[in-house]
């Protein structure tokens, strides 16, 4: 049972350079979210789809750009990486009832 | 100012006291509250959830949600070394699907 998986699991990237980060889950979530973590500023969110089809802007969502391929998939891109995106970044699913969310590994993101 | 605001601690507790983690929300259309682990250099795991006013309990852990006071609490009973993390407070919304995170508390369980 994968649950959430996200790849690559370490990135490297020099300004300027672009990317994208993948996530799949199996657990049949109508919603998934892309977070960045960084010291002492807890999860903040970046985009999230409510639904197949659907994405929407959170808390920080300048530089990224995301695309919910299908219901099992939504990746998060970085189109010119700047050193403010060095981070951590989580994707998460959850159910449509509310009753559990759980996250991937996460990507550690380090822009030079 | 964030739409779910935790008190960041540190909280320091001698093993085998309560430890209680508060945090309060602003979004009145916030259906379920989760409360989620997360030791350092890994991913948050869940605890638990709670989306219906009063106390849940699983094991050590209790959940409380008072929506009138936009308040959702969690005490950990028995706090044991092991319980040392951050907690991180969550409320997704029932409106928009927002899954909003405080910024965490980080516990200490003191031997």
């Known amino acids: 049972n994968a649950g959430v998986t996200q790849t690559p699991k370490f990135q490297v990237l020099k300004t300027g350079q672009s990317m994208t980060l993948q996530c799949a889950q199996d657990?049949?979530?109508?919603?998934m979210y892309w977070y960045r973590q960084d010291p002492g500023m807890g999860l903040r969110l970046i985009y999230y789809?409510?639904?197949?089809?659907?994405?929407d802007k959170g808390e920080v969502p300048n530089g990224y750009n995301v695309s919910r391929l299908n219901k099992r998939e939504f990746s998060l891109r970085l189109e010119s990486a700047a050193p403010s995106q060095t981070s951590v970044y989580f994707c998460?699913?959850?159910?449509?009832?509310?009753?559990?969310?759980?996250f991937g590994q996460g990507t550690r993101l380090t822009v030079v | 100012q964030k739409e779910v605001e935790q008190n960041s601690g540190p909280l320091s507790v001698p093993e085998g006291a309560i430890a209680s983690l508060n945090c309060t929300y602003s979004?009145?259309?916030?259906?379920?509250f989760f409360w989620y682990r997360q030791y350092s250099g890994k991913s948050p795991e869940l605890i638990m959830f709670?989306?219906?006013?009063g106390d849940k309990e699983d094991g050590r852990f209790t959940a409380q949600l008072n929506k009138a006071s936009q308040y959702v609490s969690l005490l950990i009973r028995d706090s044991q070394p092991s319980d040392s993390a951050t907690y991180l407070c969550?409320?997704?919304?029932?409106?928009?699907?927002?899954?909003?995170f405080g910024q965490g508390t980080t516990l200490q369980v003191k031997p």
């Open positions: 969550a409320a997704l919304s029932g409106n928009t699907g927002k899954l909003i």
């Open positions: 657990m049949n979530h109508n919603s």
């Open positions: 789809s409510a639904s197949e089809g659907t994405t």
């Open positions: 979004d009145r259309g916030s259906q379920s």
């Open positions: 998460a699913s959850s159910d449509t009832l509310g009753t559990e969310a759980f």
């Open positions: 709670i989306y219906s006013n």
